[in-house]
């Protein structure tokens, strides 16, 4: 069986991103190891370890990697996170201070409101529609 298991994400710091991903988003910290060059391997799950792809939050090493930072995908939706309760997760969002760049809007895929990270990539919050 073949997965997409990890994406990376390109961030200003690790300490920051850590803490947007687990006490806003409620992201997990799976992983966060030293590595010789002064780097650092830092993992967060939006669920359990086998639910599909983890981010892998990359401090940007040089001007290049760094001015990615915040538009990794040319300032278009390039996240999805799925939830099972669009409300609540909305709610419990909101609350910690994440920036929502629409109302939530009923699409017949499903619930969904796009709204951006710390460093401006755009993410959709969606719960897929039943069939």
């Not at 996170?81 to 910690?96: I, P």
Request: a negative charge.
């Amino acid at each position: 069986m073949r997965r997409i298991a990890l994406v990376t994400l390109v961030v200003d710091d690790y300490d920051e991103a850590i803490r947007f991903y687990t006490d806003a988003l409620g992201f997990r910290l799976a992983e966060d190891t030293p590595r010789p060059d002064g780097s650092r391997w830092v993992v967060v799950e939006a669920g359990p370890a086998d639910a599909g792809a983890a981010l892998l939050l990359a401090r940007g090493k040089d001007d290049a990697q760094r001015a990615r930072v915040g538009d990794q995908t040319g300032g278009r939706v390039g996240f999805f996170l799925h939830t099972d309760d669009f409300a609540r997760d909305h709610a419990r969002m909101l609350a910690a201070g994440v920036t929502f760049l629409e109302t939530p809007r009923h699409e017949p895929y499903g619930t969904v409101a796009v709204f951006q990270d710390l460093y401006g990539n755009r993410w959709d919050l969606l719960q897929p529609a039943t069939s």
